[in-house]
């Protein structure tokens, strides 16, 4: 079902950029911008207002956290799309960007790797506990896939493998009070207000993975490029299309974008926000492709890279759709989606 309204809220990021302009027509608020507003006069000077801000800006850190809001009339419904590497990168930003914990009544996971899933269980409980004084009985749901590895890593050209964090459990989300619900296959969310996707389709031919990727379960280790537990969500904003969220594109984000298209009936594409993972180089071999297609086959309104795209990859996107179809993604920014 589309939406009139829908709110991203970047949350944790790899880059902070509160300063750069946003063009005219790019539904993009700077964090500043929203700040501001919220914050007490300190002095003020020839009658003009002086508010300190520079203290109260979010801390960019290596992941990716989007809190998502849709409206339909007067409902409301907030879901946050993965939770970022560390607890307390979380939950300083969340306060600093003046999040109501209470609001959350799901957290989705993008995908199994630390830097989206890390935070998992201490996010949880802050969730579960602001939920709780706010007198609200039903737990966060936590939407999970099944098949979670135990640690992931990367084997780089020189031998040594790169590893990131053990995974959170199952048992530990749930311990922090979430309901976990597993879910391999494409479902609605909060009542149909947003989608979760599943396996995402491999359409196009370069876009094959993450090379040197492993997955470790107990002693176990295996070749995985393909990281097949990777999901997307998207939103349709009534006049304006769908937008999707593709936390790191290990599908690739042309796949995700074709993937959302598909799941909304051929819908034009939104925005498109999040990493791109078009960073390493590897990978690097992909951008001409992708940003030529994201160009001439997907069409999106504005591109939103941000977390693992990397800045040869957002030059080049720059290039291709700034400034009126370029807002990348940094944290403490808000996008505003209105029906059209």
């Not at 939103?235 to 594109?249: E, K, P």
Request: proline share 5%; with cysteine.
């Amino acid at each position: 079902m589309t939406l009139d309204e829908l709110r991203l809220l970047v949350v944790v990021d790899n880059e902070t950029d509160t300063l750069s302009s946003i063009a005219e027509g790019v539904p993009q608020t700077p964090e500043v911008a929203h700040l501001v507003p919220r914050l007490p006069t300190s002095r003020t000077y020839n009658g003009h207002p002086c508010k300190v801000v520079f203290d109260r800006l979010c801390c960019a850190g290596h992941g990716l956290s989007v809190l998502v809001t849709g409206r339909r009339g007067h409902d409301e419904r907030t879901m946050l799309f993965d939770v970022g590497p560390y607890a307390d990168l979380w939950l300083t930003n969340a306060a600093r960007l003046g999040v109501d914990l209470a609001k959350i009544e799901l957290v989705f996971l993008s995908h199994w790797h630390s830097d989206h899933s890390g935070a998992l269980p201490e996010v949880v409980a802050a969730v579960t506990e602001a939920r709780r004084k706010a007198g609200l009985s039903a737990p966060v749901l936590v939407d999970l896939h099944p098949d979670r590895p135990d640690q992931r890593g990367i084997l780089l050209p020189t031998g040594t493998m790169i590893m990131l964090a053990p995974e959170p459990s199952f048992e530990a989300v749930e311990a922090a009070g979430g309901r976990v619900a597993k879910h391999a296959e494409a479902h609605v969310l909060c009542d149909g207000f947003f989608v979760g996707s599943g396996q995402i389709d491999r359409v196009t031919e370069y876009e094959k993975g993450l090379v040197g990727h492993h997955s470790f379960r107990r002693d176990e280790g295996e070749a995985d490029p393909l990281i097949l537990d990777e999901r997307f969500v998207a939103a349709q904003v009534r006049g304006r299309g769908v937008t999707v969220l593709s936390a790191c594109s290990h599908a690739g984000v042309v796949n995700a974008s074709l993937g959302a298209q598909a799941q909304f009936g051929g819908t034009a594409i939104d925005v498109v926000l999040g990493g791109y993972h078009l960073s390493g180089k590897a990978m690097e071999a992909r951008i001409e492709a992708t940003v030529r297609d994201l160009r001439e086959r997907i069409r999106p309104r504005v591109v939103a890279p941000g977390h693992c795209t990397g800045w040869r990859a957002k030059a080049i996107l720059a290039h291709a759709f700034a400034p009126e179809r370029y807002g990348p993604s940094v944290v403490g920014s808000i996008y505003t989606l209105r029906a059209q």
